[in-house]
């Protein structure tokens, strides 16, 4: 091999190697809206998982003793302690199912799991191990893991033995540690939503999930605390499992997001998991960083060694995706410059104004990805950038949805786009800067004090906001997302309406349509959840829980609050049937 050969050889060996590693250390994010064969390659199926035909993937079929797993293919970072302390992440999953039974007693449920890698589907199992665990692990399983379970059958022996079906949470069992009764119809085959979150801070696990009481849709909640760190490891697997024993349903995932970033609050000083003992400590140190340099020398090579097969075949078709990105590039400059008052940036332009997308320069993370600020010399001004996830084609979709939407309307209570720019598979979109954020920041974060007349001022922008969304404009404008985080405030503390990458348009005289189901729960209409039809009474919906949250301070969903308080619109409710409505006042 000629020196030049092997100089750039090493060049590759290392950049390949380093950039493998860089992504195993980035938060975890994806989204899925919807479940199909062709667009799930990340999605790892075992057991007797399978594709419907039109949509979703299939746990188990309407037969005993089936068990099925879906695992997203990369690990997650669940903590850190490269410092010295343990930092753990925080993590949202936003996913949809269906759990459908013929007659009861039906199968046994689904559940969302953590665990230790490797995690191999059970040979043998029972189904009250909900294909978590194996038969005799059913009590206690020496595999570390944490699950979220939807159980829809009762169990004499590790079940409440008041409740049937329910959600609990179960650590390294499938006794779980807390439950709570599930208003579910599983004869029925409705759509049933949930969020899981985890925050870093307070330690704790909060499930929303969406129950029916006499075939109305309502909001159910269950919180418990757990250091996930003192149980899990560094890395764990995440996905879903379900399973049939005796009795039989269809266990149907419809879609899944997630979403991780890695926290920055430490564990106390005095872990004993973090330190080192006195007595022998020098000998200690030396053998871990001997140990861990051996392994990541190791790890590194191998590493390597696949990034640079996986270079040589992607340079085969460099040119066939070059094509494509022009094709694609083509295609959408095209239709935005016809469609919209905006202009397109040069992505170089981005890099100097963000000083190459720095850390320091980033205003928010979301489940679409990052915003940061940015200065713009010619026009001596700031603007907010917002990357638009592109890993599914729904990504793509609200990338193109917002530019077409938002870009022709005006009004002084909707944010401004400025312009586009998309790069291969960077997708970012160029905002007027809010120099005082979002409103949750002020109202739940505590930014700073918003007076009465302040809050009012909000109200009365967003309402405007709609009023020119619903019947202003040349078409009605269903924004299906308002909530606080998305209402930006000016420097006179202005509403400006933000993000239309759920938005549609549809005719006046219509003022509704059907859709995948969108939007934030807590925030959406009870009817949106069971019809999946968006309308302007459901924004108008949305609208009123952002006025409420501005009379109270609280969050629609607050899951350090009281039993009975966890829902703002219930807490409200009670007061104001108890006539004490005026105790609920910020």
Request: net charge negative; proline share 3%; aromatic share 10%.
């Amino acid at each position: 091999m000629t020196p030049i050969h092997s100089f750039h050889s090493s060049m590759i060996f290392a950049i390949f190697s380093a950039l493998i590693l860089i992504q195993f250390s980035t938060p975890l994010q994806f989204n899925y809206p919807e479940l199909v064969q062709q667009q799930t390659s990340k999605l790892l199926i075992q057991g007797n998982t399978t594709y419907c035909r039109d949509s979703g993937i299939q746990l188990t079929p309407n037969q005993t003793d089936q068990i099925g797993r879906v695992t997203f293919v990369e690990p997650m970072h669940l903590w850190d302690n490269s410092t010295g302390s343990v930092v753990l992440s925080d993590f949202t999953t936003d996913f949809s199912f269906i759990i459908y039974a013929d007659q009861k007693p039906a199968g046994d449920g689904i559940a969302f799991f953590l665990a230790q890698l490797p995690y191999e589907i059970p040979k043998v199992t029972d189904g009250s191990g909900i294909g978590l665990v194996g038969v005799g692990e059913i009590e206690s399983t020496p595999h570390p893991l944490v699950a979220v379970e939807f159980d829809t059958l009762k169990n004499q022996v590790i079940d409440p033995q008041d409740v049937n079906e329910h959600v609990g949470i179960n650590v390294k069992s499938m006794k779980s540690n807390k439950t709570t009764p599930w208003s579910c119809d599983i004869t029925s085959g409705t759509t049933y939503n949930a969020t899981i979150s985890y925050d870093s801070r307070s330690k704790n696990i909060s499930v929303v999930f969406t129950g029916y009481e006499e075939k109305v849709p309502i909001e159910q909640h269950l919180f418990y605390e757990i250091d996930l760190a003192d149980y899990l490891p560094e890395w764990v697997s995440i996905g879903f499992s379900a399973a049939n024993g005796w009795f039989t349903s269809r266990h149907i995932l419809r879609s899944w997001s997630f979403n991780s970033t890695l926290g920055t609050e430490s564990l106390a000083s005095d872990d004993p998991a973090t330190k080192l003992g006195k007595d022998g400590s020098n000998s200690k140190k030396t053998g871990l960083v001997v140990g861990l340099s051996i392994g990541a020398f190791v790890l590194v090579t191998a590493l390597g060694l696949i990034g640079l097969v996986l270079w040589k075949k992607r340079i085969r078709k460099e040119n066939v995706d070059v094509d494509d990105d022009l094709v694609f590039d083509s295609y959408m400059d095209n239709d935005f410059e016809r469609n919209s008052g905006a202009r397109r940036f040069s992505y170089d332009e981005l890099l100097l104004a963000t000083n190459n997308f720095a850390e320091e320069e980033k205003l928010g993370q979301g489940g679409f990805g990052g915003v940061y600020r940015g200065f713009l010399k010619n026009s001596n001004s700031y603007v907010a950038i917002k990357k638009v996830s592109s890993v599914s084609n729904q990504g793509i979709k609200e990338y193109a949805s917002e530019v077409k939407i938002i870009s022709r309307l005006r009004h002084r209570n909707l944010v401004q786009l400025i312009g586009w720019c998309h790069r291969k598979k960077d997708l970012l979109l160029i905002y007027e800067f809010m120099p005082n954020g979002s409103l949750d920041s002020h109202l739940f974060k505590r930014k700073s004090l918003l007076t009465w007349a302040t809050r009012y001022n909000i109200a009365h922008g967003l309402a405007s906001a709609l009023l020119y969304l619903h019947q202003e404009w040349e078409q009605c404008v269903l924004h299906r997302d308002i909530k606080a985080s998305n209402i930006m405030l000016d420097s006179q503390f202005n509403a400006k309406l933000g993000d239309f990458g759920l938005a549609r348009l549809v005719d006046h005289d219509k003022g509704s349509q059907t859709t995948a189901l969108a939007g934030t729960l807590g925030y959406m209409a009870p009817e949106c959840v069971t019809t999946g039809r968006a309308s302007r009474e459901s924004d108008v919906y949305s609208f009123g829980i952002v006025a409420m949250e501005l009379a109270c301070g609280r969050k629609a969903i607050e899951p350090h609050a009281k039993e009975g308080q966890m829902g703002m619109v219930e807490w409200v409710w009670d007061l104001y049937g108890a006539e004490k409505v005026l105790e609920a006042a910020d």
